[in-house]
């Protein structure tokens, strides 16, 4: 939510927008063969996975002595990622990612397919009538709201109209006001609303109305 803004402000404030680069799909290609996956280096990229489990556990076991509570795969995730700097930095070590990035799909798939093998599912059924009731609260709740937005729209609309009578009957008040001094206004109103006549003058009322 912040960084979005201030992303954007920085972008527009140092015109960067002018500065971009269209991206070459060369790149692309490059990457593809630079991870290109060969079946021999498979051995290869599951003794750097070792290597690096092996020193995330020491690195790991260090952090536990800060009194700090980690994840326990934090250590391995330092260690992988200086090898691979080291690695791409220096040029002098292959980092198999083609290869480790397969292994990790793999290992993920088998985690997955082992948690759901051993996911107890009657007791999620004990859950069922509990969600079940909260389903059915949220919903009455939300029949609840619709009718009162419903409602105080209604209310609204029926004020809004009072507004625009009250507007009408102010311009006819202040209409009149603006023709209070004029002697054939106050003729017409006495004609009109009280039935006055001026000498000599008769009324035929209107038998229709």
């Known amino acids: 939510m912040i960084g979005g803004p201030i992303g954007r402000r920085l972008i527009e404030k140092h015109k960067l927008l002018d500065t971009v680069v269209q991206e070459d799909d060369s790149l692309l290609v490059e990457e593809e063969i630079k991870h290109e ?3 021999s280096m498979y051995p290869s990229a599951v003794f750097q996975l070792i290597i690096a489990i092996g020193i995330g556990t020491v690195v790991s076991k260090l952090l536990s002595l800060t009194g700090m509570t980690f994840p326990i795969y934090i250590g391995a995730m330092i260690a992988a990622a200086c090898m691979r700097n080291i690695g791409e930095y220096t040029g002098k070590i292959t980092i198999y990612m083609g290869e480790i990035n397969d292994i990790g799909g793999i290992s ?3 985690f997955l397919g082992i948690a759901m093998i051993t996911l107890k599912l009657w007791q999620l059924a004990e859950l069922a009538l509990p969600l079940l009731i909260l389903l059915g609260v949220m919903a009455y709740k939300l029949v609840e709201v619709y ?7 209604e209310q609204e609309a029926r004020l809004r109209t009072q507004v625009e009578q009250k507007e009408e009957e102010n311009n006819s008040l202040k209409d009149a ?3 209070a001094d004029d002697p054939d206004y106050i003729l017409g109103l006495a004609r009109d609303r009280l039935g006055l006549a001026e000498d000599g003058e008769r009324i035929f009322p209107d038998v229709n109305n």
Do not use: I, Y
Request: glycine share 6%; aromatic share 0%; hydrophobic share 45%.
């Open 177 to 179: 006001l603006s023709h």
């Open 37 to 39: 996956r060969h079946a």
């Open 108 to 110: 993920l798939s088998l």
């Open 147 to 153: 009718g009162d937005l419903s409602a105080a729209k």
